[in-house]
């Protein structure tokens, strides 16, 4: 354990020598800060060829794009680095690996990916990945089954509950996605021109008692170790390979949550094509989006049954029909988040790319309406889809 | 804090004498053992003139009745002597007054409630308590309400969720509740008469995924920081006054589950009045008890949402019409949960005084089958049954 001081490059050079476990650590000699983030500190660290062989990540103790007036815990990165040991053990093709950690420090080393991309800037381009959807699902599939009540020990389970309890980073969530897109906030980001909308969604008593309900059931079903934030911008792709990583918000809650933010992400880079692409590649790129989103949700759903046939180690749970029933509840929670993840990232604080990259104003007005106006009809008519592809006859009707 | 050894009766007037914070410690000269539980030593500290001033509890490190074989965490004192202290913090009325508590030595001290009466062996005699019911429904809407997501802040909410923490004693309830009652088990007991009874449960594929959900939504719904064992034997009755006691199962978990108790050990006493007390008495017994219901839900559900309107902290749970929303789920988790109550005290391990003290073998197979029949339907029904006043209705046509 050491103290807590922000790592320079050298710093971050030397931490790697010692803690990363290479055979040559004596190889490595420089440090590029990659951080794109607003919470961290990220080196990649390069040998003598310049070839990155390893990350340094080290969480700051404040939001890095508002300055040191945010503060934010350092527990994070303990949280970080357990939760991609768990899911790593579950699924590590598709987790990052962690090399070290220190929790005093804020810190881990992670094996280094810079052979693959982030998956939404590839999906901003149009660069299609058609293994990436699946294996995000299959990834979803192991780490949350193996982490839920169907497969870990009730008593070692409600201990994982209290070591990922992880209450500023859950405190965020619960703020930017269930509070302040509902509220006039200062923290809320849109053009005045949707301000009807936005002013709409307010007023919205349906809408608001929805998402009150979905609000309470992050606060309180513990299902499994979620990731947290598992959106494009978290993923890693590269020719038939897939990895999650920043982990940070992992904490035990319910699964819908997980998968209606990768799926809410998938949709949001739907929403905004017409914006980004010319006008047949767009369409070719819708088509592929709601392909990844079929193929997502049933990756996961088809592996967690598969899981819960095989492996439920709860006698009650391992009841015949019992995964198939439960899922139904995760699908409605998933499309339920999934709206409020549309809604949170084209009015509230953190926005994507998928959006807000659209250089051509009206045409990017069209887009954000057209997130919102999906995001509500999932959280509205949640209850009465019943499946994926309903989702996606849904998805096509409403524009 | 001390090193853990049980107490001896002249320890446990020294201990009181220390710890009790009496004005007058040294009139203290005597100890009553009275513990009559499995898991506790229980002695009422008693004055010169043979007067009880105060209780001392002590838990054991295994459960009294089945002896050193079955070890049981002394962390449950800790819990108990907590969750009463916050319970007693929001309703003080009807919580048992703890004077003092020790960790370690899992031993604490509190009010003397001798002249209060166990509520089940009141209901057994036909004596009458009309208040009763809306005071434990009171009781169960402040400490309900003032321990959820909807009054504490999440920061907060969290930290108890690991703070309580409880696995041993809920896995005490998670075997006998929603496992045992529902497999061919070792401490299930039944007359051989109800062989068939309990074979067709076990057979009952729908109701098996009924109960798999019950159980699931036990292990990982933190709404609220439970009694955990809210039953007529943990409630203190006196004219006009009542007090809830035994908290050593207390944890966050689904609200439902201390209304489906509470409201099961009614319906159990229901159940068994007409082997238990002669033809009018029994009829009007039931009719009582049927009042009972009715008002232990509307005091719990009225209070609440009175609570709810003037004291939710969370801006958007306190959206118009979500509180009555979420009681509706409380109010179809309570049927289930109540249901799995009846069953598992008429089959499982711990049986009550209700049933198993009626003397007449015939009369008395008769109140068990009609238990488990009622139980069965209650889990059944639970989505169809709307309000208060359709289950008592729905009761009464299950005879």
Known sequence: MSEYHTLTAAGAVDYARQYAGLADPQSLVDA???????LNLVFKILDRQGISRVIVKQALPYVRCVGESWPLTLDRARIEAETLLIHGRYCPRHTVRILHHDPALAVMIQEDLSDHAIWRCELLTGTYYPHAARQLGEYLAQVLFHTSDFYQPPQRKKADVARFTNPEMCQITEDL????????????????????????????GQLNLAIAGLKHRFLSQAEALLHGD?????????????????????????????????????????????????????????????????????????????LAAEKTADATLATPGYARLFLHHVWHDTLGFCGTELIRRTIGFAHVADLDGISEEAMRLDCQRHALSLGKMLIMAAPHIGDVDALIARIRQNG
Chains 1, 2 share one sequence.
């Open 230 to 306: 598992i959106h494009s911008g978290s993923v890693f792709v590269a020719d038939g390979r897939l990895k999650a990583i920043d982990a940070e918000f992992g904490f035990y809650g319910p699964m819908g949550f997980d998968m209606g933010t990768a799926i809410g992400n998938l949709l949001l880079n739907y929403c905004g094509l017409p914006g980004l692409l010319a006008l047949r590649e767009a369409a070719t790129g819708r088509e592929q989006r709601l392909q990844d989103v079929r193929e997502l949700w049933l990756a996961f759903s088809e592996g967690f049954l598969a």
């Open 177 to 204: 996605f269930f509070t302040e897109p509902y509220r006039i906030h200062e923290r809320n980001t849109y053009p005045t021109a949707l301000e009807p909308e936005v002013a709409a969604l307010r007023a919205d």
């Open 32 to 38: 590029l800060e990659v951080g794109d983030g607003n």
